[in-house]
Structure formats: structure tokens, C-alpha cells
């Protein structure tokens, strides 16, 4: 087993290719601070650039059979954080855009559809959805979003790894907003 620590970028990414965990780790610990601390510089969020920073490190582990790495990590991830937050700023903006579109909807409703929305039904409803979700991904979904647990702090309670948190919020979120439409439609 190599010394991961006297490796350099260029031989850590290629035991990356190699599903080698050890390196991935390595990677991690090398820079997530580095990482944090670029992106909180940018956006000055602490949560988000927490979320920013381990969605790189999935994202890279992802792709690890593909990634190749051309100059250094620190060029690679000071891109990528780059990259993550325009993304964040677009979605937010499609997200503000859509608000929009849906106030300006719900105002040329008329008032009889409005007063046929019980939102207390609709709340009990989306309960019920989050209660239906399998055990492992109902707790990851109520640790972060009613709790405010960060992945890192999922992975560390429930003692799993942070692929295996994304993966259940990944699935609690689809499922979530499946439900959120399918009541939309009910609704309106």
C-alpha cells in the first residue's frame, strides 16, 4: 500500500481512476479546506459553501473513471468552485424566475380555485409522502432538512459514508417532488 501522503496530484488522480478509495481520501483532506475557504471567500455562506465543497467531491468521485487531471488539483478545483457556484446563481435565478411565473399565475386564478387550496391538507399530504420514504432515506432527509445537519454530519451520525447520504437525499428529493407536483395538479 503506497504512502498516499508523498504522492503528488497527478498519482493520486490516477489511483482515483482505480476506485481507489485511500487516494480519494487523501484528495479530500488535502483540500477540502483549501476549498472551503475559496468558496466561502466567494459567496460568504458557510452552509452553502460546505454544500458547494462536498458536491465537488461527489461530483469527482463520480466521474473518476473518466477524470483526467492536467495541470494540478488546485487548478482543477479552483475551476470547479467557480463553475459550482455560477450554476448555484443560475438555478437560483430560474428558481426566482419561476416564483414569478407562479405568483403572477396564482394572482390570475380566480378566487374559487384559491379558496378549494386547504394547505393544511397539502402539508399533512407531503408529511405523509416524507413518512413513506424508505427508514435510511427518511432519516438523511429529516437530519438535514429539519434538523440542519450538514452531509458531512449525516455520514458521521449514522456512521456512512457522504456518497451513500447524497445518494438518499438524492432519492428523497425526487420522490419528494414527484409527490409536490402530483398535489399541485390535485390542487390546481
Request: charged share 30%; hydrophobic share 40%.
Amino acid at each position: 500500500m503506497p504512502n498516499y501522503k508523498i504522492l503528488d496530484d497527478h498519482e493520486l488522480a490516477g489511483l482515483l481512476g482505480c476506485d481507489d478509495e485511500a487516494a480519494f481520501n487523501e484528495v479530500y483532506l488535502r483540500y477540502w479546506d483549501k476549498l472551503y475557504v475559496l468558496s466561502r471567500h466567494r459567496i460568504g455562506d458557510a452552509h452553502e459553501s460546505e454544500e458547494i465543497v462536498q458536491d465537488i467531491f461527489c461530483n469527482l468521485w463520480r466521474k473518476r473513471h473518466t477524470f483526467v487531471l492536467q495541470k494540478g488539483f488546485d487548478n482543477y478545483f479552483s475551476v470547479a468552485v467557480k463553475f459550482e457556484i455560477i450554476n448555484r446563481f443560475a438555478k437560483r435565478q430560474k428558481a426566482a424566475a419561476y416564483e414569478k411565473e407562479m405568483s403572477i399565475l396564482a394572482s390570475e386564478t380566480d378566487h374559487s380555485t384559491l379558496e378549494n387550496l386547504d394547505l393544511t391538507e397539502l402539508l399533512r399530504q407531503l408529511q405523509t409522502n416524507i413518512s413513506s420514504l424508505p427508514e435510511k432515506c427518511r432519516i438523511v432527509f429529516q437530519l438535514q432538512y429539519e434538523d440542519g445537519y450538514t452531509q458531512r454530519q449525516i455520514a458521521e451520525t449514522l456512521e456512512i459514508s457522504e456518497k451513500t447520504v447524497e445518494a438518499h437525499l438524492t432519492k428523497a428529493r425526487k420522490n419528494l417532488r414527484n409527490a409536490v407536483v402530483h398535489l399541485f395538479l390535485l390542487f390546481f
